[in-house]
């Protein structure tokens, strides 16, 4: 029969339901989300689920779209988990997954960012992110990368809990390609829906206070306001504005988008930030894993700067030896 898998016409003999499909083209069916004409198929329900000749079926996994010396009592909690990082990084832009690994594991994160994107049926033993990072040892955080509307984000997370069974996920929702800035009503309609749906959502959004309380009161578990654009590394552009977010939210703000090197995650973190989402500045740094390392040090300076309390700006000069008995 033809079927068309992944937007490419096939021939396909022998096959007559999807696991039967699964074996002629020699996929795992633990590593992978299948949808037969836009429904989502269970996995339980490969080996009964027929087909026939003119389906669209897409067939899509998890692509590259560590503890803090801290005090024991120090983490961030979202969606009921606790998490003792606070650097949480993406997979995407690495030369290899073998980098990728190696970066995840210098960076000392507990959360890595996966896009959702098609299996190759073609090339079958080309290796797949979780054959790197194991999602026993790491949290994934299936995103939206890529999306552009709310009906879009909203198909691929569902394909990303029928994968992987993780229902704590980042949306984001873009505006355009060239500023890749969110698309707060798109943004907030699909919030909306994934929580019903039984999501825990942590969302991308703009550096705006009144986004951001909208987006908490709608129940997303965590509000991720941009630095900067994506991958630009031009770093926090707006500190006011996160710092307005940070004081009035309920849930943990993660600056997310923007940050070019460390002295930026550092500030992220003295402003108060519970955590800090990477991709580009380390994945296109010359020595990723060496730039994984000091985006380490940075948010764990930067959250101990925070805990200190810095000291108080002055307008002029206040000596730190006392003037009395000089000599």
Not at 70 to 80: K, M, P, R, T
Not at 108 to 123: F, K, P
Not at 198 to 214: H, L, N, Q, S, T
Request: proline share 5%; with cysteine.
């Amino acid at each position: 029969m033809q079927l068309t898998i992944n937007g490419e016409a096939r021939d396909i003999a022998g096959a007559v339901t999807v696991a039967e499909l699964l074996a002629t083209l020699e996929l795992d069916s633990r590593k992978i989300a299948i949808e037969l004409n836009r429904e989502i198929v269970p996995r339980s329900a490969y080996a009964e689920t027929g087909l026939s000749s003119g389906d669209r079926i897409e067939i899509v996994h998890f692509i590259g779209g560590g503890n803090a010396p801290l005090g024991e009592d120090d983490y961030f909690e979202v969606a009921g988990r606790r998490f003792r990082s606070r650097l949480l990084v993406g997979t995407g832009k690495y030369k290899d997954f073998e980098q990728t690994k190696l970066a995840i594991e210098a960076s000392g994160s507990e959360i890595v960012t996966v896009a959702v994107r098609r299996v190759n049926v073609t090339d079958r033993n080309q290796p797949m992110l979780v054959d790197y990072v194991d999602p026993k040892k790491y949290t994934y955080l299936p995103n939206t990368a890529g999306c552009f509307t709310a009906d879009d984000a909203l198909r691929t997370l569902r394909l990303a809990r029928e994968a992987g069974g993780w229902k704590l996920v980042k949306l984001e929702v873009l505006g355009d390609q060239k500023t890749l800035y969110p698309e707060m009503e798109q943004t907030l309609a699909a919030t909306k829906q994934l929580v019903k749906e039984g999501f825990d959502v942590m969302v991308y959004c703009a550096d705006d206070p009144i986004a951001a309380r909208k987006l908490e009161d709608l129940g997303a578990c965590a509000i991720m306001p941009l630095a900067a654009p994506i991958g630009s590394g031009l770093g926090i552009q707006n500190p006011v504005n996160i710092r307005i977010i940070i004081e009035n939210a309920k849930v943990p703000v993660l600056v997310d988008a923007g940050v070019g090197t460390a002295s930026d995650a550092a500030i992220a973190m003295e402003l108060g930030c519970d955590g800090v989402l990477m991709n580009t500045a380390i994945a296109e740094a010359k020595d990723p894993i060496r730039m994984a390392r000091a985006m380490k040090l940075a948010i764990e300076a930067g959250r101990l700067a925070y805990q200190a309390g810095r000291m108080p700006k002055k307008r002029y000069a206040d000596p730190s030896s006392p003037l009395a008995g000089l000599i």
